[in-house]
């Protein structure tokens, strides 16, 4: 049987397709399936998932904090204001004379 170039194109793609969706079906595999395997190997470790039966006695409860609102600060402008006016620009653009 006799294929042509772009069907061997499309069968090489599909085939590195299916492999790459396979490698990363294995990754996902293990990375999900790791800590429950070691999970299970302690027993006496509470499962990954679990919570913790009561708070760390060391962190302070939190305590509600309201904003206050700073002061405006009065800031200079970013451009340069003047007094004077500058003089009118010539729409023709420099050099042209009028």
């Known amino acids: 049987m006799n294929l042509a170039g772009s069907a061997i194109d499309r069968a090489r793609k599909r085939r590195t397709l299916t492999v790459s969706v396979g490698?990363?079906?294995v990754v996902a595999a293990l990375?999900?399936?790791?800590?429950?395997?070691?999970a299970a190997v302690n027993r006496d470790a509470p499962p990954p998932?679990?919570?913790?039966?009561?708070?760390?006695?060391?962190?302070?409860?939190p305590v509600p904090i309201s904003p206050v609102p700073s002061p405006p600060v009065d800031l200079p402008s970013p451009v340069p204001v003047s007094a004077v006016p500058s003089p009118p620009v010539d729409p023709k653009g420099p050099g042209?004379?009028?």
């Open 23 to 25: 490698v990363a079906g």
């Open 31 to 38: 990375m999900v399936g790791t800590p429950l395997a070691l």
């Open 49 to 61: 998932s679990a919570p913790a039966d009561r708070p760390p006695v060391d962190l302070p409860s």
């Open 96 to 98: 042209t004379g009028s």
